[in-house]
């Protein structure tokens, strides 16, 4: 027997090999530019800022490996580059973020600064909408029949993933202080992607 999947939803995971060089100065400028307790979430063009400058080039470097498996032509659309980018900040448990996607975007991308086990975790779920007609109840869960998957992130983590995958993030069970930083990524030439298929 063989099994095809096909349509698979791929997440690239790292972690990232002295990640103190990147959460210091993060949690460094967290300290300096937070105003608000509970949740708060930073200026949206983080990219442009030095202190962000080391991550921001090493997450495009592992970008540019998830774009050649993902077989971009990036000779049309140009290279890979960040079109936002944002620290959360979270330190009330019972903070959840609703479902949601990155319209617009090719990849985004969640680095994981501090993650305290009682605080709430990024949950992705099933982007297929169409999987959730019938769903008799598993015997066990796994990959395959899940409708939403519990991702088990620990600091210095990175993820990628397609912008169209559903994701939110659940309520914890005891206060803790909770920094991630969030990507998203698309092309220098994104304009061209709205132009119709065919007609080349
Ligand atoms: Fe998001």
New binding site residues.
Partial sequence: MRRLDLFPTPLWVWNLPKHEQYSDSIMEWVKENCDEEGRWQSQTNIQTLEEFEPLCSHLLKLCRKVSKQLGHDLKKYGELKISAGWVNRTTVHTYA?ES???PNNVL?A?YYVKTPVGMGK?VFTDPRPAAGVIVPRPERNNALNGMKQVFNSNEGMLVVFPSFLP??VSPGVEDGERITV?F?ITFENSDLMALPLWGE
């Fill in positions: 973020q949601h996607t990155h985004s969640i990024t994701h939110r969030s998203n």
